[in-house]
């Protein structure tokens, strides 16, 4: 079969078995010692009957399936696939109960395709993020280690007797802040006490 066929095949599975949840289809495409690789589910079932299973697990939690794809490269038997997924989370979760939220999620698919059925395929998405959306995982405590960072270094330049300074760097986005210890600052002042009264005499004579 040539890359495009192939192509077509992947977008079989996604429009008729993930989206539409025909089982017949998933008999035609899927051969009987095909394996599938999920991190995040790593023992699954081989085979048609262990697609299934797959395929009816994901649009038991999400409802509203729409798997789409975004784009796809093929080479030999292989086809990469990037995919977005939307739904509504309606269904538990790593023990989370149902919350009616819209849901957004992408990843890739890596199929390997042998006389017109998978045999093997190799999937990585963002589960995390999906974990996050339904509050399954808490988000990062980026406002925490940044305070606690602060701390510490206002700790640490009690201690010294050295009290940390900033000097403005405007080429920087965001406003961030350079830190310059005392020396390097008042070697700056030093330079602009000098260029000033090298002014005030030049003015003068």
């Not at 589960?127 to 206002?154: C, K, N, Y």
Request: include cysteine.
């Amino acid at each position: 079969m040539s890359t495009d066929d192939n192509k077509l095949l992947v977008r079989r599975q996604f429009e008729e078995i993930w989206n539409g949840g025909n089982w017949a289809t998933a008999d035609e495409l899927y051969a009987p010692e095909y394996v599938n690789h999920d991190p995040y589910n790593p023992d699954q079932g081989t085979g048609p009957e262990g697609f299934k299973q797959r395929v009816g697990g994901y649009r038991s939690v999400l409802h509203d399936f729409d798997l789409r794809i975004e784009r796809q490269i093929a080479e030999g038997d292989w086809v990469e696939t990037h995919w977005s997924l939307r739904g509504i989370h309606g269904g538990e979760l790593e023990g989370t109960p149902p919350t009616g939220k819209s849901l957004y999620v992408d990843g890739q698919l890596l199929s390997h395709i042998v006389d017109g059925k998978f045999v093997e395929e190799r999937v990585h998405w963002d589960t995390l993020g999906l974990l996050r959306e339904i509050g399954a995982v808490p988000p990062p405590h980026r406002d925490r280690t940044l305070a606690s960072r602060s701390s510490a270094a206002s700790f640490r330049a009690r201690a010294t007797g050295h009290p940390r300074q900033y000097l403005t760097v405007p080429a920087r986005p965001g406003g961030l802040r350079c830190p310059a210890n005392a020396a390097s600052v008042r070697a700056r002042d030093r330079r602009s006490s000098a260029a000033a009264a090298q002014t005030d005499s030049t003015g003068s004579g």
